[in-house]
């Protein structure tokens, strides 16, 4: 049974702060998503990455998946409050095979 | 933007009670799926579907559990005998072709 470990599982920090959550497994994943989930609502796709080594920027938001395609990382430049909700880390063995997700990290951006 | 659309967005259901989970998948959108995420804890695969059968599920999805896609535009979760360990937010999903899921807003279920 693949495992992600989603670390740290609570953040607070305040607006202006950088800030990095991790997404460890033992099990090689042919891809690894970030999603994003606002009270009430489901998951919001942020990014996938695919090849080992691999840096993905959105905006704030870099991410970067592990050279052994077993772990990632979501590190965010200059938080803001709007940043504030729970990131998710999902991943597939294969291309077909369904996405397992991590328990998330629960981000609060302070004013 | 296309969106995966689910009904109803909240349910309420007494213990015992059969339970039709309404889904919406976008149109062109090929796989689809049903996922759970009990309060607090972190969101879970329940089955997929494609080309009118399933081709996985998981250990939760037994036998008070099935999916229908009875009119090529609706993807249903039925729970047969509803329990009180079933109230969760339940997320349908669908996909294209690469393993990148759109996911609905969700249903909550709440089993009393």
Redesign the interface.
């Known amino acids: 049974t693949q495992l992600l470990e989603q670390s740290p599982q609570f953040l607070s920090i305040q607006e202006g702060e950088n800030l990095t959550v991790y997404c460890n497994s033992s099990s090689v994943f042919s891809s690894l998503q970030w999603y994003r989930q606002e009270p009430g609502e489901g998951p919001v796709l942020l990014v996938t990455v695919v090849t080992g080594g691999e840096v993905k920027k959105l905006k704030r938001l870099t991410f970067q998946f592990g050279d052994a395609r077993k772990d990632s990382s979501l590190h965010i430049t200059a938080a803001q409050p709007g940043d504030t909700g729970l990131y998710l880390c999902a991943g597939a063995e294969t291309g077909n095979t369904p996405l397992v997700f991590g328990k998330g990290t629960r981000l609060s951006v302070i004013a | 933007e296309p969106e995966?659309t689910q009904t109803p967005s909240h349910q309420v259901t007494q213990m015992g009670q059969e339970v039709i989970l309404r889904c919406v998948p976008i149109s062109n959108h090929l796989y689809f799926?049903w996922?759970r995420q009990i309060l607090g804890?972190?969101?879970?695969?329940l089955v997929?579907f494609y080309n009118n059968e399933i081709?996985?599920k998981?250990e939760i999805f037994d036998d008070q559990f099935s999916v229908e896609r009875p009119d090529g535009s609706n993807f249903t979760l039925k729970i047969r005998s509803t329990k009180l360990e079933d109230s969760a937010m339940y997320?349908c999903?669908s996909r294209i072709g690469?393993?990148?899921?759109?996911?609905?807003?969700?249903s909550?279920l709440t089993v009393l």
């Open positions: 995966v799926y996922y804890q972190k969101v879970e695969f997929s081709s996985e998981s997320f999903a690469a393993n990148v899921l759109t996911f609905g807003a969700g909550r």
